[in-house]
């Protein structure tokens, strides 16, 4: 039987490389992965992960998973938010990404549950947690609609969903931001991280992530109501959220 093809940016590979492909840019990029997000965004992606973490409103004593959490921005805010009683889990499928943000807490004085995990497959109980969020994660996952799953399984009845990510840019700045994403990101990445390709497979990726109504609808037929999406700088990125049917 012919394995199925899936995207990797505009290439396509066997559905069963995808994972480790990603995980390879991730690998690559570690290390000057905040660095990198100053520079590619300006500063925004602070801006952007700040609204986030509005929207996600963590409270005392809650249980939160952060999925593809990186170098730890969301979850080290979050872990201030819901205190010594709450907790916070930080998660990514690459280890190398985790094994900077596990640094970056222990640095500023948080000791946080982490785990090297799939979303498509999470190892946590059903109805667990209060809140989750994925930042810049999810136009990685392979299986998509199974991550949204996922995520809903792991939410109690009533618990929010929050996502933040790259999404369909408004039709007016669309020719310079395509300008912008196939010839400075790569350039940046090339001076700055030593990998070109890498960026240059970011920003393909984003032009293969679904659209704002597509997520929405996604994270509908996953299990989510109340879902809705908010757009940052003129759609660049969106924040999509949704609450767990009971």
């Not at 840019?169 to 994403?181: H, I, M, P, R």
Request: proline share 3%; hydrophobic share 40%; with cysteine.
């Amino acid at each position: 039987m012919t394995e199925k093809n899936i995207d990797f940016g505009f290439t396509q590979v066997p559905e069963s490389e995808k994972a480790r492909k990603v995980a390879d840019v991730f690998d690559s990029v570690a290390t000057r992965y905040d660095l990198m997000n100053d520079l590619m965004s300006g500063g925004l992606h602070r801006l952007w992960k700040r609204f986030a973490l509005s929207r996600v409103s963590a409270r005392p004593g809650m249980r939160v998973l952060d999925i593809a959490g990186g170098t730890g921005d969301l979850a080290k805010s979050m872990a201030q938010d819901v205190g010594p009683e709450g907790e916070v889990w930080l998660t990514d499928i690459n280890g190398s990404m985790l094994s900077v943000g596990r640094d970056r807490m222990l640095d500023a004085g948080l000791v946080l549950p982490t785990a090297v995990c799939d979303a498509e497959a999470l190892p946590f109980e059903t109805g667990y947690f209060d809140r989750v969020t994925v930042a810049f994660g999810l136009r990685n996952m392979t299986h998509k609609e199974l991550a949204l799953a996922e995520m809903a399984r792991v939410l109690r009845p009533g618990g929010k969903l929050v996502v933040l990510e790259f999404s369909k840019v408004n039709e007016t700045l669309s020719t310079a931001y395509d300008w912008y994403s196939f010839n400075v990101l790569p350039w940046l990445g090339r001076q700055v991280a030593k990998d070109e390709d890498s960026y240059r497979y970011l920003a393909e990726s984003i032009r293969m992530h679904p659209d704002q109504e597509t997520l929405k609808l996604m994270m509908e037929q996953a299990g989510f109501n109340r879902t809705q999406y908010f757009n940052l700088t003129a759609g660049v990125v969106a924040v999509h959220e949704g609450i767990r049917m009971l």
